[in-house]
């Protein structure tokens, strides 16, 4: 290797004894005479011959790896997992490309590059060298269905067709209906037949049919054959032999002379005919993109200068405040100034009832407003709008490899090669033992025409592509692929308790009055004194109370609770504490404080006029589809588990309501890594379910971390999985889809290796010896375009998913009406 100089940044440097390390981790790879790490800059320098990956390892080791960034590249041209593989090698032999990752279903290629060793020029250029058009991609940007592609194909299939077909009938026809042969025979003749028929199958293949030739010729002749190299051999084949055949008979052995012209044009038929129906099946697989794409609208009324103007939507600002009519999408995510009004938060959330937004309320680009008009404030516009970051990461998921891919990409590297070598078996078998030459061709050929790997290249990535689009849709995002197999294999889910079972927030729970007393008059008095307090105890009285009013005097009394006068009463609102410092006995409410005791709520208490009025238990509700989301996971087999930081007696309470076996609570934020872990030695793979800070470590620790999307950054930037509506319903879809599209996977992957097994040794005439059957290479065209339809349709089956939980619009209605009326 020759020695060279490079330059790249290095990531995670603090100080110069860090710049240290890395340097020494530099130096020490065989092969590097210099190395050298600039702290101000970040810039590692080497020189010597040592190679980048083997740099890279070294400082990745030391903890401090070169600075990447991830590219996305458009492909065209890609028809089988060959071409997908052969793309993923030329990209990784570039130096500083440390992955590469190439999707057959969305036609794209997700490269990691070290900026400075790598351009964009570069990834571009090698993908062309290989025969295939490339374009960069922004990361955000969603490509829909090439519709050039797709009118090509359908012109070039009306071609093929139209020319084919004439041939087609003059053959077959002539097969089964010996009049019609004798017809044709006795007006143009055989010979002129023959040569007519020559005239349209040779333009078949010069026109429609070139593309086979085009790219799959040259990589014959490199030694890199694929499913293009497999068609262009087996129609060349019925081509060249039927063209000997008919102007040098007397090249070919006695009684070998046969025509196979419409063989050839009917497989570039059938064959453009399942291309064709693969770019449509393919850009439905994008469906789910396009649709949230379409979610964004492209102008918006912005107040510049005291007016209000159309304005293109990427030339909003932070800062923007826009006017919302009612009917209109939301441009970007804000904050309500002014107004009133429901909107449709459904096509990110998966929520069929409209959300109420006033003041302060936060809006989501993409979402519909209702009747009401509203003034908001940009917080986040681009690429920082929820929708943008939804829309990266369904991408980001859709182009990943799932392991269960392994098997189908080591099989493909040698598919092509093996079929080739195995054609050329059959050739040699048929033409020692089996009745001639023209059986031996007619063999070969369609054994190199049945055996594509086009359907193993499609059986993973359009489940991924349908799979994760459909969750998104249904408020689950999968923000990485693999997510979807390692969910798949969860024997536990591991739930926190506040904020996740429950609301977050305390409520009135239960009451009880005093003899002498009405709970509601005395919620009402408790309400009335608690009028202007920010507590979240004092909040729970006044949202749960039916009307209050403002109180005459207030009085706070520290560490105790407070005083008021409410219609000329004196209203003692606190602890217990408070009623022994004002020798106020409770005898009348024992049984109460007992229950609020057994059940780990708080206690709030109220005397009127020195006496005991009333008991009132507050506490963090559970979520009301907590119950039932959690039912139907025991039901599918998952044990339930619930970690949290809370006093052992609430964590059972909420236990005991929700059916959780095993609990771990007054858990450390930091316990809560180790707890995972010991379930995890308990039950097997482990899925935790957060949504604050402090559960960052316990998602980035279980197998697969699913982050409520109405919790912290924090959670979700750990998470595997994000409920986008906060619902936990959306933990049940989101198993459900794991495991219907592995399930679909599976059944993809069985079809395109059952598929080869069984097609190959019939085509290549095993059946011949003891049924007389041979086949077609027709046939053979027609079962290898259907394969990979099959594949396709298997995976748009994907699309028909539903929630797991049918949502309960009444359900939902009442709490909007709670909320709104707190």
Known sequence: MATATLRFEVTNLSCAGCAGRAERALASVAGVEQAGVNLANRMATVAGDAGFSELNQALQDAGYPARTEVRTLQIRGM???????????????????????????????????????????????????????AEPLDCDDVVPPDASEQAQLRRDLWIAGILTLPVFLVEMGGHLVPPFHHWIHGTIGQQTSWLLQFILITAVLAIPGRRFYRIGLPLLAKGTPDMNSLVALGTLAAWGYSTLALFAPQALPQGTRAIYFEAAGVIVTLILLGRFLEARAKGRTRAAIRQLVGLRPDTAQVERDGQIVDIPVDQIVLGDVLSLKAGERVAVDGAVLTGRSFVDESMITGEPVPNEKSEGSMLVAGTVNGNGALRYRATAVGHDTVLARIIAMVQEAQGAKLPIQA???????????????????????????????????????????IACPCAMGLATPTSIMVGTGRAAELGVLFRKGDTLQRLDT???????????????????????????????????????????????????????????????????????????????????????????????????????????????????????DGRIAGAFAVADQVKPEAARAL??????????????????????????????????????????????????????????????INDAPALAEADVGIAIGTGT???????????????????????????????????NLFWAFAYNAALIPVAAGILYPAIGMLLSPMLAAGAMALSSVFVLSNALRLRRMAPALAHNPDAQRRTLQQEAHA
């Open 79 to 133: 028809h089988c997992a060959s071409c997908t593989q052969r793309i993923e090698a030329g990209l990784m032999a570039l130096r500083g490309v440390t992955k590469a990752q190439v999707n057959l279903a969305s036609e794209q290629a997700r490269v990691t590059t070290v900026p400075g060793l790598v351009e964009q020029e570069d990834l571009t250029s090698t993908i062309k060298a290989l025969g295939f058009d």
């Open 407 to 449: 098997l189908a990409d080591r099989v493909v590297r040698w598919f092509v090669p093996i079929v080739m070598a195995l054609a050329a078996l059959t050739v040699a078998i048929w033409l020692t033992f089996g009745p001639g030459l023209t059986f031996a061709l007619v063999a070969g050929v369609s054994v190199l025409i």
């Open 490 to 608: 969860v024997k536990a889910i591991a739930f926190d308790k506040t904020g996740t079972l429950t609301r977050g927030r305390p409520e009135l729970a239960d009451q009880w009055a005093a003899p002498g007393f009405e709970a509601s008059d005395v919620l009402r008095l408790a309400a009335s004194a608690e009028t202007g307090s920010d507590h979240p105890i004092a909040q729970a009285l006044i949202q749960a109370a039916t009307d209050s009013e403002t109180p005459q005097s207030v009085e706070a009394i520290p560490g105790f609770g407070l005083r008021a006068i409410v219609d000329g009463q004196t209203v003692l609102v606190g602890a217990e504490r408070l009623m022994n410092r004002e020798d106020i006995s409770l005898a009348p409410l024992e049984k109460a404080l007992a229950s609020m005791a057994a059940k780990g709520q708080t206690p709030v208490l109220v005397a009127v």
């Open 631 to 692: 039912a139907v996971l025991r039901e599918r087999g998952i044990s339930l588990a619930m970690i949290t930081g809370d006093t052992a007696s609430v964590a059972r309470n909420v236990a005991a309501d929700l059916g959780i076996d095993h609990v771990q609570a007054e858990v450390l934020p930091e316990g809560k890594r180790d707890a995972v872990r010991q379930l995890q030695i308990e039950l097997g793979a482990v899925a935790f379910v957060g949504d604050g």
């Open 713 to 747: 950054d924090v959670a979700i930037e750990s998470a595997d999985v994000v409920l986008i509506s906060g619902d936990l319903a959306g933990a049940v879809t989101a198993l459900d889809v794991s495991r219907r599209v592995m399930r679909n996977i599976r059944q």
